[in-house]
C-alpha cells in the first residue's frame, strides 16, 4: 500500500463519479472538499478498517 492513494466516489449530491487524494497510513479523520461538477461540499470521512486492510472511505453531503 502506497502512503497516497486515488479514490474514486460517486458526488452525493449531483451523483457525478469523481476522485479524490487519501492518506492511507493516517488515522481516522474528515475534511471537505467540492465537487468538481456541481461545486457542492462533500465531507469524506476515512476509517480504519483493522489490521492489514484498506481504510474505508465514505463521501456525504455537508449537514447530513
Known sequence: MRPVEFVGF???WCGE???TTV???SGDREWIEDCAVCCAP???RRED???EELPRISARR???
Request: hydrophobic share 40%; proline share 11%; aromatic share 6%.
Open 62 to 64: 455537508e449537514g447530513e
Open 17 to 19: 463519479p469523481g476522485e
Open 42 to 44: 462533500i465531507v469524506f
Open 49 to 51: 478498517a483493522g489490521d
Open 23 to 25: 492518506d492511507m497510513v
Open 10 to 12: 460517486a458526488c452525493p
